[in-house]
């Protein structure tokens, strides 16, 4: 599932619609944003009453994991068993996040071809994968943060094209509660 | 109602209506492109070549 997605708008206009600070630096539009690269990730102040956006390596490396390769096989947490999985579990409880997009993009299988498919959300607008995070201590002593984007069953317009989506929240309103640990 | 129980319910798929999607080039497949066409809506009658041959 939904291994490339975009990110068109500025830093500033995704800090303004969810809400956020920041100590980034401004970044460029993305239009195939892919695997192991950094992300744009926004979390919920511990205490404070604030949204931090910070970028995040795409691909959770579990704190506990030896091996970070496995990373690129995490860019996805199955919403329906992420509870239970060593990987994914203390996630979902306590370090959920949202990863802002305005586009993904899923592949169509039709015998050999393969079709990629853009996917948006009210017509273009930002919206938000629900994700994971962790962070994973390098032998080099670094603090190296990851993300993974939940998926789910798909909708009437996804079904057409592949056996999965991603885990799009209501802009409106449920993004406050629904990352708060 | 456990928290993890309560975030479950926002797990689901999101409302179709709001949703779109339309084909769009190969060039997805290449990270190294990165750019607007990446997402441009592809011509029906192309895709069906592509298929057909």
Known sequence: MCGRYRL???KQLVEEYFDTVSDEPDSTPRYNIAP???VPVIRQHPWEPVRQLSLMKWGLIPSWSKDPSAAAKMISARSETAGTKPAFRDALKSRRCLIPADGFYEW???GKAKQPYC?????GELFAFAGLWDR????D?????????LT????AVASGVHDR???ILDPDGSICGSIRA | MTKVEAVSDLLKPCDARLMRCYPVSTRINHVANDDEECSRPMEQARIQDRLFF
């Open chain 1, 141 to 149: 002593g670094n603090w190296i943060k990851t993300c993974s984007i």
């Open chain 1, 152 to 155: 789910t069953t798909p909708n």
């Open chain 1, 165 to 167: 989506m991603p885990v």
């Open chain 1, 8 to 10: 068109s708008r500025r």
């Open chain 1, 108 to 110: 169509k299988r039709d």
């Open chain 1, 136 to 139: 994973w201590k390098s032998p």
């Open chain 1, 119 to 123: 996917f948006e959300v009210n017509e």
């Open chain 1, 36 to 38: 192991t690269q950094p």
